[in-house]
């Protein structure tokens, strides 16, 4: 167990629908990562938050959106479903010093499916 | 730009034989190193990490990662491959005074023949 729960686990929903998947961090952990995992695309980065401000950003669809609350837990939100959000999302935690040292910790993960 | 290689998306080993999975990274300044394990059905688990001194780390489950800055490599081992050992293998990369951010390789799936 990484400390990191994401819920749902799973989520079944039709395609132009809205989701959104939550995430607390370890506790300690000031910094939450979301990646999408898909078949076709391997482990992809979408976006980093500190302490509840954005500090990276990767590959992420202008329709996916995040943000990280005081309490520093994160949700995820994706909007206008398509049949090619459908993958496993993860999201992880870390302390996150600026050297970049320190390991991210994952959760189980969400699985979306979009039919 | 960093980027991670892993040569072999799959790799199949028997179970006693040797595992050696591939890491490559290109980056002009030397990054932190890691390789995690993902099981079917599961989060991502770290099994090693580098970011200074002794270039050869040892990891949990028996596997160890040597970088060697020269061939800007992280290649994974194992002396004797357990049929437990079975799982997707991520490496990634971090570079310094990123705030942590990763780059992670494409994976490879590690098969173990009884």
């Known amino acids: 167990d990484s400390g990191v729960t994401q819920t749902p686990k799973h989520l079944i929903t039709a395609t132009g629908q809205r989701v959104t998947l939550r995430c607390s961090p370890r506790?300690?952990?000031?910094?939450v990562y979301w990646y999408q995992q898909s078949l076709d695309q391997g482990l992809q980065f979408l976006i980093q938050?500190?302490?509840?401000?954005?500090?990276a950003k990767g590959n992420i669809l202008e329709r996916f959106s995040a943000q990280q609350f005081p309490d520093l837990h994160s949700e995820l939100n994706l909007s206008s479903l398509e049949l090619g959000d459908s993958a496993l999302y993860f999201c992880?935690?870390?302390?996150?010093?600026?050297?970049?040292?320190?390991?991210?910790?994952f959760g189980p993960g969400t699985r979306l499916t979009v039919l | 730009a960093q980027s991670v290689t892993q040569l072999g998306s799959h790799v199949s080993v028997s179970e006693g034989a040797l595992v050696l999975l591939r890491c490559n990274y290109s980056?002009?300044?030397?990054?932190?190193l890691f390789w995690y394990v993902q099981y079917p059905n599961q989060g991502l688990q770290l099994l090693l990490k580098y970011t200074t001194g002794a270039t050869l780390v040892k990891g949990i489950n028996g596997f160890e990662a040597e970088f060697k800055k020269s061939e800007t490599s992280f290649h994974l081992t194992k002396p004797s491959a357990h049929m437990s050992d079975a799982a997707e293998y991520f490496c990634a990369v971090s570079p310094p005074n990123t705030g942590n951010q990763f780059y992670f390789g494409t994976g490879t799936s590690l098969t173990v023949i009884p």
């Open positions: 980056s002009s300044v030397p990054p932190y």
């Open positions: 506790s300690g952990d000031l910094s």
């Open positions: 938050y500190y302490n509840g401000e954005e500090r």
């Open positions: 992880a935690s870390s302390v996150a010093q600026q050297r970049g040292y320190n390991e991210q910790f």
